[in-house]
């Protein structure tokens, strides 16, 4: 089965704010720019994704993940995380009815595309599925097969939300660069022991902390 991936993105500078305590506000937005584009790159290169849609607004984003290979999406409602899933899914169905679809975090600069592919294969067997992230509290990946809605809950708890949702939890092991989500310094620090692609290494490479 091939997918369709939709991947959320916010303006850059609103995102990563998590971050504060390990970046700059200068900083950032860079870091948040080059999580989603080694994320956009690992995920075009996954064998089982057909193409890859990123919802956002930001020109910057739009710009560099075009130069990817990624589909941009206007996130017209501007309504928040779930409505920016819910539109970009509906605009994908409208073009391709048949497809299936899954959201993806923008924060996955760990992401390998072999990883991907497990998941999104042992997704196929389940009309919903999700994989939770890291922390086991949230929701890296979401998936809807052809004919069922994504019907996001992504935010606070979502791994309990989704669960409660229908979708089946993934429990997969060797699948840690898919969990691996960035919100927080021990989030970067866990990703970048895992390894990350190359814009966030010389994205990282900037940041003057200690013990990075």
Known sequence: MQWTLVIPLKPLAHAKSRLSDTAADGLRPGLALAFAQDTVAAALACPAVGDVAVVTNDALADRELTALGARII?????????????????????????????????DLPSLRPLELARVLDAAAEFPRAFLPDAAAIGTTLLTATPGRELRPEFGTDSRARHRSSGAVELTLDAVDSVRQDVDTGV??????????????????????????
Request: no cysteine.
């Open 187 to 212: 989030d970067l620090r866990a990703a970048l022991a895992l390894g990350v692609g190359p814009r966030t290494a010389a994205a990282t490479a900037r940041l003057l902390i200690t013990g990075l």
């Open 74 to 106: 206007a996130d017209e409602p501007a309504g928040g995380l779930n409505t920016a899933l819910a539109h970009a899914e509906s605009v994908v169905r409208r073009s391709r009815p048949r497809s299936a679809v899954a959201a993806l975090n923008a």
